[in-house]
């Protein structure tokens, strides 16, 4: 069965302080990604991943930094976090040929005080 | 426009009736289409996918339009564990997926 795990399911956090979330699949796919989802605006894509050590912007990347030092592991940095970025955090990992599914961890949903 | 637009609902339908929900996609080269379920406070799970014209799965019924670009869904004799958001999914041909807001769907007893 495939997993794709999140570190934290709730976190609580103060404005400016420096955020980790951290992502890892056992499916030993080759695609990352981090969306956040907000009421009325669905998913939208942070970062994506498509191999260790590469990283591509997605929509929203301003406020956001990402690493992938494993292939099963994607971590999404907070540099300083904002009251803006209080939101739920979706990792997703999936194929090379990017026109399959994505699987989904359980998510981690941020407050930022 | 936006490159995924579904109909946000909410569906409120009785057990039993049959739903069906719209996705309208903006580029004309896509290939492949996904339909996900997500329960309140989880995270979306992959439910059907479209690659030609349609697929069947049970009660779930998928279909694609490619000349007015929509994608549909179906769904026969709902049930109430069928309450949850439904989005559509469309793979730009890169890495990147676009997923629509979702369409809220609730099935009453």
């Known amino acids: 069965d495939v997993k794709v795990t999140q570190s934290s399911r709730y976190l609580v956090k103060r404005t400016g302080e420096k955020v980790f979330l951290e992502c890892v699949q056992d499916?030993?796919?080759?695609?990352m990604f981090w969306y956040r989802q907000d009421p009325g605006l669905g998913l939208r894509l942070i970062y994506f991943s498509y191999d260790v050590k590469m990283k591509e912007k997605g929509d929203i990347p301003e406020g956001y930094s990402v690493s992938r030092e494993k292939k099963e592991r994607f971590s999404l940095i907070l540099e300083s976090a904002s009251t803006n970025q209080t939101s739920m955090y979706l990792c997703?990992?999936?194929?090379?040929?990017?026109?399959?599914?994505?699987?989904f961890g359980p998510g981690t949903r941020l407050t930022v005080l | 426009r936006k490159e995924v637009e579904q109909d946000p609902g909410p569906f409120n339908v009785p057990e039993g009736a049959t739903v069906a929900f719209n996705c309208t996609y903006s580029n004309s080269a896509s290939q492949s289409f996904f339909w996900y379920r997500q329960d309140c406070r989880k995270e979306p799970k992959l439910l059907m996918s479209v690659y030609s014209s349609g697929n069947e799965d049970g009660r779930f019924t998928a279909q694609l339009n490619r000349a007015s670009q929509y994608i549909s869904l179906l769904i026969r004799d709902s049930k109430l564990s069928d309450s949850a958001t439904y989005l559509c999914?469309?793979?730009?041909?890169?890495?990147?997926?676009?997923f629509g807001a979702g369409t809220r769907l609730f099935v009453k007893a």
């Open positions: 999914a469309v793979p730009t041909g890169g890495f990147k997926t676009i």
């Open positions: 997703a990992s999936g194929t090379r040929t990017g026109t399959d599914t994505q699987y």
């Open positions: 499916m030993d796919h080759e695609n």
